[in-house]
């Protein structure tokens, strides 16, 4: 099976805690009940467990366990935690979760000699909250790894201080040990009163620099990383995120050489496009992370997996407005596009778009009617420097909604039409924008240069499932390819 679109035999996937050993890639992952679309009934998670030697064949393992009995600390669920192997035993930390206990959240522990048979620990939870500085109620996804200049293990904690502002109290918490055994508590590492709450962390280190990754529990969630030079405060770059809203929960496994992130593309309730998103849904492809020169943090498709997609697939491009030579479109002064007809199954599609100066916009069409009234749009906005996915017809604000009869209600998307927009991080310096769409279903995934991808689901399904467009300027859309 391949990773892009995998969801488990029993439900959906949530988090993954990605765990690189003797040249295969782990992924445990949370699995949710069958058929439940709420919480707390979606959340109650199994740790499912798939493996890969090369990133693009995966295999689906028995799951390593469920929630405890009554009366355990993860009665409720298992949720995030981390997988690290010491004196040839897997230690696996995790959240326990227990809605009536008095500590909900606890830090659990289970260890394994071959990561398929697991025993939980007789003395969980190992740990949980000091009432006196953090909440009691959010304190879980423990990671841990080896903490060179410490000389000893070290865990983070996603957590809450216990003062400060209400919806900004989010907070990483460390505790360190020396055999994976004991803990001690040692304090707040980071409390930039930025978020609820800083869920799944992660921290490593990347082309001499220091990251610090994390999942922004608030309206504006997203997977998020700071970076540092070793002994300097964490910064932010522009290019802040690996991706917007629909690639959560991102954790990343290294091989020494190169280091890749896994998360979850979500579906909306009951599968209808007229419900909102939901917590879980089914996963992306592997991401390479790249440092770039002055820390940012970039992510692309392995080459591995773009080289998988091997057979050509026949296309025809039909003209629609604008003054079209070949694939190159004169569109100054209006709008011009052309469709994409191809077979519908799980692809790729690659172009070069260069726009010529002075052009507004442009990019690819993604399922658009023949009247182009309904559709979505990767966009590139050279001016701007920036691309982003954007889906229309934009709904009217209520206000005018009064003026224009029959103008639709704000739909689930439309109060944020604006869906992902990320800043690239250097404009091209040839003006070439190298594009690449993946497609499985429902699911999309845009890569623009090698350096901003896009996570996305479409549940509309026109004639076609792509296009181009340009607004207000001359575009040419060189060496198009379409692989499955």
């Not at 496009?273 to 790249?290: H, L, Q, T």
């Not at 498709?301 to 080289?307: I, K, N, Q, R, S």
């Not at 050509?312 to 479109?329: A, S, V």
């Not at 050279?382 to 996915?389: D, L």
Request: charged share 25%; aromatic share 14%; proline share 6%.
């Amino acid at each position: 099976m391949r990773l892009f679109g995998y969801k488990t035999q029993i439900g959906d996937v949530g988090d993954t805690m990605p765990f690189y050993y003797n040249g295969e890639w782990h992924i445990f992952l949370l699995a949710t009940p069958p058929d439940t679309w709420t919480v707390p009934e979606r959340a109650a998670c199994t740790l499912g467990h798939i493996v890969s030697k090369d990133l693009v064949h995966w295999e689906e393992l028995p799951n390593a366990f469920g929630p405890g009995q009554e009366g355990d600390p993860d009665v409720g669920a298992i949720w995030t935690g981390s997988i690290h192997d010491h004196n040839g035993k897997f230690h696996f930390f995790y959240t326990g979760y227990s809605h009536h206990a008095k500590f909900q959240q606890t830090i659990c522990h289970a260890t394994s000699d071959d990561m398929i048979t697991w025993e939980k620990n007789p003395d969980n939870p190992i740990m949980h909250a000091d009432t006196s500085e953090w909440e009691p109620a959010d304190w879980r996804d423990p990671y841990v790894y080896y903490d060179e200049e410490k000389g000893c293990y070290a865990m983070l904690i996603a957590a809450r201080l216990k003062e400060g502002l209400e919806d900004r109290r989010g907070c990483v918490v460390v505790a360190y040990s020396d055999d994976l055994e004991s803990w001690e508590l040692g304090g707040t590492l980071w409390a930039p009163q930025q978020a609820h709450c800083m869920e799944c962390p992660e921290t490593f280190s990347l082309g001499g620099y220091n990251y610090l990754v994390f999942s922004r529990y608030s309206g504006d969630a997203k997977t998020l990383y700071r970076v540092a030079k070793p002994g300097e405060p964490w910064e932010a770059r522009p290019l802040d995120a690996l991706d917007g809203s629909k690639f959560y929960a991102a954790k990343s496994a290294g091989d020494g050489d190169r280091r890749f992130t896994f998360a979850w593309i979500p579906r909306r309730k009951f599968g209808s496009n007229d419900e909102d998103f939901i917590w879980g849904g089914e996963f992306g492809s592997p991401r390479e992370m790249i440092a770039m020169p002055d820390g940012a943090l970039t992510c692309k498709l392995p080459a591995e997996v773009a080289a998988s997609y091997t057979s050509e697939q026949n296309f025809e491009i039909i003209p629609g407005d604008g003054e079209w030579d070949g694939t190159r479109c004169d569109a100054r002064g209006t709008f011009g596009f052309a469709h994409i007809k191809t077979a519908r199954t799980d692809l790729m599609l690659e172009a070069e778009i260069a726009c010529d100066p002075n052009t507004m916009n442009a990019g690819i069409l993604m399922e658009p009617t023949d009247d182009m009234y309904q559709g979505h749009l990767l966009m590139v906005e050279p001016g701007r420097k920036r691309t982003s996915i954007r889906r229309w017809p934009i709904q009217w604000e209520p206000f005018w909604q009064a003026w224009v009869p029959g103008s639709p209600e704000l739909g689930p998307d439309m109060a944020r039409p604006m869906l992902v927009d990320q800043f690239l991080y250097s404009e091209p310096a040839d003006g070439l924008y190298q594009i690449r769409i993946l497609r499985n279903g429902q699911l999309v995934e845009c890569y623009v240069n090698d350096e901003v991808v896009m996570s996305y689901r479409i549940y509309e399904e026109s004639e076609t499932m792509f296009g181009f467009f340009v607004d207000q300027g001359a575009v040419s859309f060189n060496n198009l390819s379409i692989r499955t």
